[in-house]
């Protein structure tokens, strides 16, 4: 049974630029969600997805959209790319809102 | 306002002995649930044990244990006969009942020496 898969697992990208970031949530999982690290911090929520819709949003510019797919696959989008943005990005899904499983996460560069 | 709080920026432990990990939360919600999670250097999060507030006994998962004080809003992890492959980061996070969302730590690194 695959957990949840990431990817990239690495990206470079230059500031100003558009970044989309993929999760494929552990199978029977119909909840994702989103979440920004940054080096030495702990996670800090961006939103989450259930049935296709945004149901909770954390405290991140509109910079940062997402989707998710019938499959309850997801992406995260970021546009206009800042230095702040570099971090490791996690994805976690979860069979409604019980504990959740992470992925392996992308780590972003911004240069 | 910060939820969690976890003091402990790194701690060293020799190999099989035990160690525990402090946390203390914050919230009026009167029904919530605390999780610890480990974080190697690759990356990934991985669960690690669940305690409820309304749990009567302290939650136990192999080697792990939380010990859950909850008039001193504590929820400490303890890891016992520790080994080499228990040195990462480990976080402490709140899920509140009217919240999708986990609130994190800021972690505390655990080194575990031969």
């Known amino acids: 049974d695959a957990g949840v898969t990431q990817s990239p697992t690495h990206l470079i990208k230059t500031r100003g630029q558009q970044v989309t970031l993929r999760c494929s949530p552990k199978s029977g999982h119909d909840t994702v969600s989103w979440y920004q690290q940054a080096l030495g911090q702990g996670p800090q929520f961006i939103f989450q997805y259930y049935e296709e819709e945004e149901r909770q949003r954390g405290n991140f510019p509109d910079r940062f959209s997402g989707h998710q797919f019938p499959n309850y696959s997801s992406e995260l989008n970021v546009n206009a790319l800042l230095l702040g943005d570099s971090a490791l990005y996690l994805c976690a899904s979860s069979p409604e809102n019980t504990e959740a499983f992470f992925g392996q996460g992308t780590r972003l560069t911004v240069v | 306002a910060q939820k969690i709080t976890q003091t402990q920026p790194g701690m060293f432990v020799q190999e099989k002995e035990a160690v525990t990990l402090d946390c203390t939360y914050d919230?009026?919600?009167?029904?919530?649930?605390l999780f610890w999670y480990k974080q190697p250097s690759s990356g990934e999060m991985i669960f690690l044990i669940y305690q409820g507030s309304y749990d009567q006994q302290n939650a136990t998962e192999g080697r792990y244990s939380l010990n859950f004080q909850k008039a001193r809003k504590s929820a400490n992890l303890v890891i016992s006969a520790s080994q080499l492959g228990d040195s990462a980061m480990y976080f402490c996070?709140?899920?509140?009942?009217?919240?999708?969302?986990?609130?994190f730590g800021a972690g505390t690194t655990v080194t575990v020496r031969a």
């Open positions: 919230t009026s919600d009167p029904s919530y649930g």
């Open positions: 996070a709140m899920r509140e009942s009217n919240d999708y969302k986990l609130s």
